[in-house]
Nanobody
Framework: QVQLVESGGGLVQAGGSLRLSCAASGRTFSSYAMGWFRQAPGKEREFVAAMSWSGTSTYYADSVKGRFTISRDNAKNTVYLQMNSLKPEDTAVYHC?????????????????WGQGTQVTVSS
C-alpha cells in the first residue's frame, strides 16, 4: 500500500514556474513507477509525465514537452514535477500516481495509487 500526498501548487502568472512534489509513504518507493496527471474543470484527466522506477526513463505529453521535467529522489520517497513557462491552459488539478513495475505508464488505468491532487492556476 502506498499513500501519496502532493504539494506545491498555487497561483502563478503565465511564463512563471512551479515545482510540484509528491511524497510517498512506504519503504518500497523505488519499486514504483510514477506518473503525473492533470484534470481541468469540465475536462477528462490527462497524462502529463511518467518516470520509471529507476528514474532512468521518462515520457511526456506533447503539450508539456520541453517545459516540464519529472524527477524523483528515492531516498526521500518523493517525485517532483518542475513546470516552467507555464501557460493558462496548464491550469488544472495535478495528481501524482504510482504503480509497481519497471516500465513507463501513460494511461491512468495503469496506476494503482493516487494522491488527492494540488491546484495549479496560471493567470494570463
Amino acid at each position: 500500500q502506498v499513500q501519496l500526498v502532493e504539494s506545491g501548487g498555487g497561483l502563478v502568472q503565465a511564463g512563471g514556474s512551479l515545482r510540484l512534489s509528491c511524497a510517498a509513504s512506504g519503504r518500497t518507493f523505488s519499486s514504483y513507477a510514477m506518473g503525473w496527471f492533470r484534470q481541468a474543470p469540465g475536462k477528462e484527466r490527462e497524462f502529463v509525465a511518467a518516470m520509471s522506477w529507476s528514474g532512468t526513463s521518462t515520457y511526456y505529453a506533447d503539450s508539456v514537452k520541453g517545459r516540464f521535467t519529472i524527477s524523483r529522489d528515492n531516498a526521500k520517497n518523493t517525485v517532483y514535477l518542475q513546470m516552467n513557462s507555464l501557460k493558462p491552459e496548464d491550469t488544472a488539478v495535478y495528481h501524482c500516481a504510482a504503480r509497481l513495475g519497471s516500465g513507463l505508464y501513460t494511461q491512468d488505468g495503469h496506476y494503482s495509487y493516487w494522491g488527492q491532487g494540488t491546484q495549479v492556476t496560471v493567470s494570463s
